[in-house]
């Protein structure tokens, strides 16, 4: 354990039994944002007023702002090359007041975030607010955000916003290089989105004013999908060309509520068609989510969006993680980012539509992790990526069947690392996301912890295991987990003390190979040795043929590990003479499977 996370257990605001500590906190941010676009010269301008509050025990004499999209500036450091279509000249802040006293801002100094110096610190316990007129450019490039197209924009990011401060690190200082992902304070929101006629909005959170924005018809349509199974056009692309969905003054003012989220991103699109549909997410309540969609016209598979929405929406909610969809909202809209937002995904269009429900699925599954979890996805990808590729595992095998969903995990997933002996490859887990790259950046967020969840819930088994997310989804929901805080949640509901497995999973250079040492032979006993050359608490089958052709499957979960981690035995009451064993991970794909094998 770090030194800096070692404080905050010793201080209390994490707890070594899972728990948040008795002096648990986190900062607040109350956001009141009026944003415009302007399709002409693609500025965004925005003012907000934050009201602050300071919850922790430390008296904050600065503050640290972030405002990712400066990661297109040239200068910005960045993890790819970047296109001369991603470049812009970033933020620009054209007044910033604390309390109502001016202060002198050059935000031009700035990169992915700047560091504000207060005139009057602020306490504990107190609060402050912050107003900011800002504005920057949209990137011509569209990647997370950006111009879709010449009229349709996908504005996420544009507002600049108080980094966290929290128990373990003080303030988030780390710059956003254009890979990392996010990490963000529980906030409350009011967005107004200003854009010209005929332009339609769809952003995170419950759209208050739809007849001041929608004629009436359009409002009517919309207000309908919030209660209907059905997927319905609420504009079609004809209706959109036609100038008829809108209403009619030079600009109109959408007005957008969000509370206790992490972030609130919008797009808008001039020719855009709209769908929308619902879906009933608690059973027990009878809450319905709205799903709306948002696609141009050459896609073929947003037209199912609504659809695959809904079915995502219903699984994720009723079966894993089985934790209703926390929200009253779900758009996917067409761009290029395969990309979650809180309420929103951004996915690229493709003609495989099997492939695109499945990019959809995961994108959706991260409602879960980072947002209703409230992930440090900057440091710890893995705790929200490695979630995401488990949860679209599963919902894959209930729509595509389970050898299909196995087949494309591992192709899609495991192949690509377990086939690649480099150092880069099998760095621990633990790493801090920010100080691995290339490909040890995407295995380690997605496909390492992933297979260490599956192999959890098969020696757990599902009750077990449910029950332990269960638990640590409810304590840290609206918090910030880190991932002891993981690991001692699933020690105490478990009642076990699974270290072992941690340390195994993500405290290692581990990778799996497993390999059959020996079958020594005793009348019908049959003692197969198996070593664990690549390290990793893996389940295996072994696969038994036996001379007359019959076949037999002996399953080992990861628990057989346990005491020791480099060799254990499989006894083997054999029903006959045995012709062959072989040893089969599934989807726990074996580095060098030419050693899995014996026969007779
Ligand atoms: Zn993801």
Do not use: C
């Amino acid at each position: 354990m770090p030194r800096n996370i070692q404080k905050a257990y010793l201080q209390g605001t994490r707890s070594a039994d899972g728990k948040p500590g008795k002096k648990y906190w986190q900062n607040h941010g109350k956001y009141d944002m009026s944003i415009s676009v302007n399709p002409q010269n693609k500025l965004v301008n925005g003012t907000e007023t934050i009201l602050y509050t300071n919850h922790s025990p430390d008296t904050l004499k600065s503050v640290t702002i972030r405002f990712v999209n400066n990661v297109h500036k040239p200068e910005a450091p960045r993890s790819v090359l970047a296109d001369p279509d991603f470049l812009t000249t970033g933020l620009n802040i054209s007044s910033f007041t604390v309390n109502g006293a001016k202060l002198e801002v050059d935000s031009k100094k700035w990169g992915t975030t700047g560091d504000v110096k207060l005139k009057a610190p602020l306490l504990p316990g107190q609060a402050a607010t912050f107003a900011i007129s800002w504005s920057y450019p949209l990137s011509k490039q569209s990647g997370r955000e950006g111009q879709i197209d010449s009229t349709t924009f996908f504005v996420a990011y544009a507002y600049p916003r108080i980094s966290v401060y929290d128990d373990y690190n003080g303030w988030d200082l780390i710059p956003h290089n254009g890979r990392n992902e996010f990490y963000n304070d529980f906030n409350d929101y009011t967005l107004a989105v200003k854009a010209p006629k005929n332009y339609v909005v769809w952003a995170t959170g419950d759209l208050t004013n739809p007849d001041e924005v929608l004629q009436p018809a359009f409002a009517e349509r919309l207000k309908k999908s919030y209660l209907s199974e059905e997927v319905s056009h609420i504009a079609t692309f004809d209706e959109m060309k036609k100038g008829i969905v809108t209403q009619q003054k030079e600009w109109n003012t959408w007005k957008f509520m969000a509370t206790n989220i992490v972030d609130v991103t919008f797009s808008l699109s001039n020719h855009y068609a709209w769908d929308g549909g619902s879906v009933l997410v608690d059973k027990k309540t009878g809450r319905r989510t709205s799903v709306q969609a948002a696609y141009g016209e050459n896609a073929k598979d947003f037209p199912h969006a609504v659809d695959w929405t809904k079915q995502a929406l219903f699984w994720f909610s009723n079966n894993l993680p089985g934790v209703p969809y926390p929200f009253s909202k779900m758009t996917a809209v067409q761009g290029f980012a395969d990309m979650e937002y809180p309420m929103m995904v951004n996915d690229t269009p493709t003609p495989d539509l099997p492939f695109s429900q499945f990019v959809m699925n995961h994108e959706i599954a991260h409602t879960y992790f980072p947002f209703y979890m409230g992930i440090n996805e900057t440091r710890y990808a893995y705790m929200d990526e490695g979630w995401a590729t488990t949860l679209e595992y599963f919902i894959g095998q209930q729509q595509v069947g389970k050898e299909k969903a196995d087949s494309l995990y591992k192709t899609f997933r495991v192949k690509r690392w377990i086939s690649d002996p480099s150092t880069e490859q099998d760095q621990p887990v633990i790493s801090l996301s920010t100080q691995v790259s290339g490909v040890g950046y995407g295995n380690n967020a997605y496909v390492k912890p992933s297979l260490s969840y599956l192999a959890l819930k098969d020696m757990l088994g599902d009750e077990a295991f449910l029950k332990a997310l269960h638990l640590y989804m409810d304590r840290w929901n609206g918090k910030h987990p880190i991932p002891w805080d993981f690991f001692n949640s699933i020690n105490d509901a478990t009642g076990m003390d699974l270290n072992w497995y941690w340390n195994n999973w993500f405290f290692t250079n581990n990778y799996i190979d497993l390999a059959i040492e020996k079958v020594s032979i005793k009348g019908s006993k049959y003692t197969l040795d198996v070593k664990n050359i690549g390290g990793f608490a893996v389940p295996f089958n072994a696969l038994i043929t036996y001379a007359d052709g019959t076949k037999q499957s002996l399953h080992q979960t990861a628990a057989v590990w346990k005491n020791n981690q480099k060799q254990t035995s499989v006894q083997i009451s054999a029903t006959g003479k045995i012709a062959t064993i072989v040893l089969d991970g599934g989807i726990f794909m074996d580095a060098k499977p030419a050693n899995n094998n014996w026969s007779n």
